[in-house]
């Protein structure tokens, strides 16, 4: 076949926009596709035309340059990238253009011809890929975290063929750090970490599952980080799998979670160690929170007493409703309630005392109103009370004995001292030498009375002082012997006989002074109030039980009548008897030294009759 | 009060109702004096007085820290006895428990019933005053 007539076939029907133009960049010839473009109904319309006819003025400018560039230096241009703008209707078009010398049969230079290939489309889209991609880039950098696709070959190699510009943020890298190679990554995580991430993307790719892990990095500034990595691997024919991710930074959630794992450990230890029972009850009586010191108090299991009452733990309905009370008062004033003590009784019958506050509390985690309660066991603190209101009465005693005493001895000493001025004013005024005498003899016995009450007074304030000191092992029967030999020369004169009934090796600890000065006092009263009728006969026994020693002393004397005296036995300067001899101090210090030990002191009697007197010494 | 013919010692202190009685002497020779060791003592003889139709006594000293029955115990009882007569008794109160402080307070709980508190040791003026 002839080349025109392939030649005409080819202009026809390529799509390609061909054209054959003269030295002065005429059109000669142009293809079918061309013509189409221009708009024109045949090829021939466009001889004689040139593009200044069918395109903007600058762009047909350019085009003319190039032609003549050619015409000139003879040489093509290839495949250059043209923005064509067309005129009817203006448009813009892309194009891949090359231009080519035109040469005759006669091998002369007679204008130029060129191919064009319309790439508009490929164009738009890659404008729109360009658009896409620089928006996802923009929308990229918004978003903290870095994505990526990663590859993994099937030489284990691997790779970030993309990664976005999070990556920075991230890891403290570029993206182009990561294109080649995943190493300058790997080479962040931490140590211990590592083959843990390995295994984990190991299996997601086995499985063909979303890879999620919380792994640690070693950043270069940043340090230490915490980073979630999540991706979803998909197989490629190749053997290589590709993954699409995206990992962030968790640093700040993972230590708040740590801290606070630390801290609910660090609440629960406290929570639960300490002593005071700590819980919380709603408005109905139930219980939301209790520590281990609670639930060990009300006898449950700490994790059987959420949900149970007051009286589902052994308390009656009386004690519950206290409580619930007490929980609502709480709840309606929305202050707190201080219960400074209250008593109860434990199964085993013991006595406690616990000092309880009480304040709103609404972080239960259900609507309803609740109350927690901090109870503290003060037991202890309320024996020690009891103690020292003890020590406080017995001090509050003595106090008064000797407020007593005070009373007694000035009463005494003035009335004396008063005495002895009384007589020597009537003394210095009186003539006659008989009344001086008499005088004389007054003055004496006041003087004495005087002494005598101040001798008293030196053996209270003595014995006062003395007591728990000097304690040693006495035997009892060597102290009766002792005194009985002091009162050698009272028990002849007044033919004293004695029975006793001591044992032996009956000893105490005791104050050996006031042992002594107990029983020289109780036999001397028994020789001295003796019956006028008859001899003195003095029983003496002791004995002693688990705990107490016991001391007896029994005379046959003149008795005391207790009905009138038996308060006034024992006190400082009573006398019963008309008998000038009784002063009736001895018993008050006996009673002192007795009750100082520790012991009690008490007397039966019949006038007449006789008298016991009964020692509990211990 | 030149009437006073016979006085009351109630006190149970001996050295001092002989001393007060030989200073009543010196002021008022020759009147009796009446002593008594306790108050119950006192009582039982002034109520033999009573039944036997004999005069009381004209003043009455009188301590309060006495055995067997005190001070306040036998003003207590001598009131019901004071009734019954027409005789007016005063009664002077001298023990050491009286002082400056309480002095008023006495006087002022007993009122009628004692006509003063006196302080001991007595002040021999006090005691002249108080005989007139």
């Known amino acids: ?618 | 009060m030149s009437s006073i013919n016979s006085i009351c010692v109630i006190d149970d202190d001996k050295i001092y109702t002989y001393g007060i009685s030989k200073i009543i002497n010196n002021f008022l020779p020759g009147k009796q004096i009446l002593s008594y060791e306790n108050g119950r003592k006192a009582l039982e003889d002034l109520k033999n007085m009573e039944d036997e139709n004999q005069p009381l006594p004209d003043l009455i000293l009188l301590d309060i820290d006495m055995p067997e029955m005190n001070g306040w115990e036998f003003l207590t009882e001598f009131q019901v006895l004071r009734n019954r007569t027409d005789k007016s008794i005063p009664v002077f109160v001298i023990s050491s428990r009286v002082n400056q402080s309480n002095q008023d307070l006495y006087r002022l709980e007993w009122d009628n019933k004692v006509s003063d508190f006196i302080p001991k040791p007595v002040d021999i003026e006090s005691l002249r005053n108080l005989l007139r």
């Open chain 1, 1 to 618: 076949m002839k080349d025109s007539v392939l030649f005409h076939q080819l202009m026809e029907s390529l799509n390609e926009l061909i054209y054959f133009k003269d030295t002065k960049s005429r059109f000669v010839s142009i293809s079918k596709s061309m013509a189409e473009r221009f708009g024109l109904d045949s090829r021939e319309e466009a001889i004689g035309k040139t593009d200044f006819d069918f395109f903007e003025e600058h762009h047909a400018k350019e085009a003319y340059d190039d032609e003549q560039k050619i015409l000139e230096s003879g040489k093509p241009i290839r495949n250059k990238l043209q923005k064509e703008y067309l005129k009817n209707p203006n448009r813009i078009a892309w194009s891949t253009v090359s231009k080519f010398p035109l040469h005759n049969e006669a091998g002369e230079l007679v204008g130029t011809y060129g191919i064009s290939i319309d790439i508009t489309k490929e164009k738009e889209i890659s404008e729109k890929l360009e658009q896409s991609y620089e928006d996802f880039r923009k929308f990229s950098e918004q978003v903290p975290g870095f994505f990526y696709m990663f590859k993994l070959d099937a030489d284990n190699n691997a790779s970030f063929p993309f990664a976005s510009e999070g990556i920075k943020e991230v890891f403290e890298l570029e993206p182009e750090d990561v294109e080649q190679s995943a190493q300058p990554v790997i080479d962040l995580i931490h140590e211990d970490d590592l083959a843990r991430v390995f295994n984990s993307i190991k299996m997601a790719v086995l499985n063909q599952e979303t890879w999620r892990y919380d792994y640690r990095v070693n950043l270069p500034t940043k340090g230490l980080r915490w980073l979630r990595g999540r991706a979803t691997p998909e197989l490629q024919e190749d053997g290589s799998t590709l993954g699409y991710g995206y990992i962030t930074d968790i640093t700040y959630e993972k230590n708040m979670y740590l801290n606070n794992v630390q801290l609910r450990r660090q609440f629960q230890a406290i929570f639960n160690s300490v002593p005071n029972l700590i819980f919380v009850k709603d408005i109905d009586g139930k219980y939301v929170m209790a520590n281990q010191s609670a639930a060990k108090y009300f006898g449950v299991s700490p994790d059987k007493i959420l949900g149970m009452k007051d009286t589902d733990m052994g308390f009656s309905e009386e004690k519950a409703q206290t409580f619930n009370e007490a929980d609502k008062y709480v709840i309606q004033t929305n202050e707190p309630l201080f219960i400074p003590e209250d008593k109860s009784v434990t199964q085993d019958g013991e006595e406690v005392w616990h000092q309880t506050i009480k304040v709103p509390f609404d972080k239960t985690g259900t609507d309803k109103p609740a109350v927690l309660s901090i109870v503290t066991d003060i037991t202890r603190r309320k024996n020690k009370e009891s103690e020292l209101n003890n020590s406080l009465n017995i001090i509050g005693e003595q106090n008064k004995r000797l407020m007593n005493f005070a009373h007694i001895v000035s009463h005494n000493l003035r009335n004396h001292a008063g005495n002895i001025q009384m007589l020597l004013s009537l003394y210095e005024v009186e003539e006659s030498e008989e009344e001086k005498e008499e005088l004389m003899t007054h003055l004496s016995t006041a003087s004495k009375r005087l002494n005598e009450t101040i001798a008293d007074l030196n053996e209270i304030i003595d014995q006062q002082y003395s007591s728990s000191d000097h304690l040693r092992e006495i035997n009892l029967k060597d102290v009766v012997n002792k005194i009985k030999e002091i009162l050698t020369s009272e028990i002849l004169e007044n033919q004293v006989s004695f029975v006793e009934k001591i044992p032996d090796d009956l000893s105490l600890e005791y104050n050996a002074s006031y042992l002594e000065s107990i029983l020289l006092n109780l036999l001397s009263n028994a020789i001295k109030y003796r019956h006028p009728d008859r001899k003195p006969k003095i029983h003496i026994s002791a004995y002693q039980d688990q705990e107490n020693v016991y001391l007896e002393v029994t005379d046959n004397g003149l008795g005391i009548d207790l009905k009138k005296f038996r308060n006034k036995l024992f006190g400082m300067y009573n006398t019963f008897h008309n008998n000038d001899n009784s002063k009736g101090i001895g018993l008050f210090i006996t009673k002192n030294q007795v009750e100082s030990m520790g012991g009690s002191i008490d007397v039966q009697s019949e006038p007449g009759v006789g008298t016991t007197f009964k020692i509990q010494l211990t």
